[in-house]
């Protein structure tokens, strides 16, 4: 570090990629979802394994692998929750945590379902926005921005559904998962959910979205004091003193 002008200045003399040597990390440079993600690939994975139904097995194994790439580095959305490198995995495998506690409460629950649900849910967003290994996300694709994410979902279900010979009303019920989860019209869903498991997905989904924007307001806030307004929540945070 040199000064000019009495300005601090940064001179760079030499620049070379980094090697596994250097021990430096994506995360050590960048926001970036708290768990690896090949942590989470593998505990996405093994809530996979999880599903004892056949159909509702295979449609989420295809399409996983299909999107496998993505799943490692994307967003959840491009600014609000989770809008960080690794972020759509992070939200889906916290979901899935919380599905199977809410599970052993509500025994009557289709753990299949809810999971195949949860993890589809918003799996088309890795189509519907495009986004750069730093979980940056540039713009919304043509058909992301015509159809959007819940259609994108929808159709892609269905489709991989005849490929693997699923039952028809399996698909359909994965579908309505994803049709539903925003709740109602003026949300964005075209039908508001009419089965436990799509209306558990709905109330996990939005959960996980206010406590990481609360989270993430608190920890940028002092103590004892508010936050500025958080736009997904519509009101200000407060952070109680120790």
Do not use: C
Request: proline share 3%.
């Amino acid at each position: 570090m040199k000064e000019w002008k009495g300005n601090k200045q940064l001179n760079i003399d030499s620049m070379r990629p980094t090697t596994d040597l250097d021990g430096q990390q994506i995360s050590d440079f960048i926001v970036s979802a708290p768990n690896s993600t090949a942590t989470m690939f593998t505990d996405l994975k093994g809530y996979i394994g999880k599903i004892k139904d056949e159909d509702i097995r295979n449609i989420t194994t295809v399409i996983v692998e299909k999107y496998k790439e993505k799943i490692l580095y994307y967003p959840a959305a491009q600014k609000n929750h989770h809008a960080i490198q690794g972020g759509w995995l992070y939200h889906v495998v916290t979901m899935l945590q919380l599905g199977e506690k809410v599970a052993q409460v509500y025994t009557f629950l289709n753990t299949d379902l809810l999971y195949g649900g949860i993890i589809l849910h918003d799996i088309a967003k890795l189509d519907e926005m495009e986004a750069n290994e730093l979980g940056i996300v540039t713009d919304y694709t043509t058909e992301g921005q015509l159809l959007g994410h819940l259609v994108q979902g929808i159709k892609l279900v269905d489709k991989v559904a005849e490929t693997v010979q699923a039952d028809p009303e399996t698909s359909l019920l994965l579908q309505h998962m994803i049709a539903s989860h925003h709740y109602k019209g003026e949300w964005g869903s075209p039908k508001s959910p009419m089965i436990p498991e799509a209306e558990i997905l709905h109330f996990l989904d939005i959960m996980d979205a206010h406590v990481y924007d609360m989270h993430k307001a608190i920890k940028s806030t002092k103590e004892g004091a508010f936050s500025e307004k958080v736009w997904t929540l519509g009101r200000k945070v407060y952070r109680k003193k120790k």
